[in-house]
C-alpha cells in the first residue's frame, strides 16, 4: 500500500514537471511583446525611407521617358496631355507624327508608393522646363515629412 502510493505521488510530481506555469507563460508573452515592439520601432521609418526611394527612382524613370519624347518629337508632353502622353500618343501630335509601340515606359503608368498618381506641371519650379513629382503620403499639395512633395533631385 505505501508503495502504490510513493508510485502515486512519483506520478503527480512528474506530472507537474511537465507542464508550465501561468508565471512562466507571462514571462514569455511579455517578452515576446518587448520584442515586437523594438522590431516596430526600428522597421517602420525603414518603410517610409523606402517609400520615399522608390517615388524618386519612379520619377527619374518618367523624366528619362519625357527626355526621349522630347528628343523624338522636339518638344515636351504638353501639360493638358499630362504623363499619359508617355504611354499613349496625344493627339496634339498629330496624325502624322512617328510614337513608339507601347509609347516610351514599358507597363501602365507607375503610381507612387501611397496609390496616387506622379504630376507633371508644364513649366517646371525654378526655370525647369517640366517638373513630375509626387504629392507624398497625404496625395496633397504642400506639407511635411512624409506629406510633403517628392521631387528627385531632392
Do not use: C
Not at 95 to 104: D, E, K, N, W
Amino acid at each position: 500500500m505505501i508503495r502504490m502510493m510513493d508510485n502515486k505521488n512519483s506520478k503527480r510530481k512528474k506530472q507537474r514537471q511537465n507542464g508550465f506555469t501561468l508565471v512562466e507563460l507571462l514571462v514569455v508573452i511579455f517578452i515576446l511583446g518587448l520584442l515586437a515592439t523594438i522590431v516596430a520601432i526600428n522597421v517602420l521609418p525603414a518603410q517610409d525611407t523606402a517609400s520615399i526611394t522608390t517615388t524618386k527612382a519612379n520619377i527619374r524613370n518618367l523624366e528619362q521617358a519625357i527626355e526621349t519624347y522630347r528628343l523624338d518629337h522636339n518638344r515636351y508632353p504638353e501639360m493638358a496631355d499630362g504623363l499619359q502622353a508617355l504611354k499613349t500618343a496625344p493627339a496634339s501630335l498629330g496624325a502624322s507624327a512617328r510614337y513608339p509601340a507601347g509609347g516610351y515606359i514599358r507597363g501602365e503608368l507607375p503610381k507612387d508608393p501611397w496609390g496616387n498618381p506622379y504630376q507633371y506641371v508644364v513649366p517646371g519650379p525654378s526655370g525647369t522646363p517640366y517638373a513630375v513629382y509626387s504629392l507624398g503620403a497625404d496625395g496633397q499639395p504642400g506639407g511635411s515629412d512624409l506629406d510633403a512633395d517628392i521631387y528627385a533631385g531632392e
